[in-house]
């Protein structure tokens, strides 16, 4: 039993850490608070994890790896519809670890580790794919952007999701609804729009306008 029980009190802890940081904020939750939330004594979450560090950089593996998962599986896009649904897997995942994005630069300043684990990340998996995405849309006609402007794209795009929930929330007297990740998704496109070619921007604004219809401000 003990074999089985270690491994299921490891992966509850990080579910519950996840649920609490996400609605409650990562600062105003300890581990007192997650094992209390458990119904655990303290000492038995410190048997799995040193510190709440250890919780996040946990989770940060989880988000990551599933992020990678998506950008690696999906089906490319085509025209202005597929590229809507396939950046709106990406902000999903985003979405649901998204306390990680609401001060994210504290976060990174207090653990080396998850900075490590966040630059590579970064640099060494997600560009890759976010360049394969844009040259894609190269490809099939639907922008009009040579090799410098795919780059430039690619890095300001990664700006934008990155740092998307924590701006996005100041505007909203710091309060996350699901209507952010569409706002995040028209912001993202924008920064497509001027590459658009001509015989497609009046789907693609048709789109645009169609994303955020029915969102509350």
Known sequence: MAKESRPNTYN???????????????????????????GISPGNLYYHFRNKDEIIMQLFKRY??????????????????????????VYDVMWKYRFLFSDVNTLLARSAELLGEHNEFTRVKVSPLLLKLLTQLNDVGLIDADELARH?????????????????????????????????????????????????????????IGLMAGLPE
């Open 12 to 38: 509850r802890i990080v579910d519950a850490s996840l649920v609490l940081f996400n609605e409650e904020g990562e600062r105003n939750i300890s581990t007192n608070h997650i094992a209390a939330h458990l």
């Open 64 to 89: 990551s790896q599933q992020l990678l998962g998506y950008l690696r599986e999906a089906t490319l896009p085509e025209d202005s519809s597929t590229i809507k649904d396939y950046m709106l897997g």
């Open 152 to 208: 430039e794209l690619a890095l300001n795009i990664w700006l934008i999701t990155k740092y998307w929930f924590d701006f996005d929330s100041s505007l909203h007297e710091h309060t996350l609804t699901e209507a952010s990740k569409f706002r995040g998704i028209k912001q993202t496109m924008s920064l497509l729009r001027p590459y658009v070619r001509a015989e497609h921007r009046p789907d693609f604004d048709a789109m645009m």
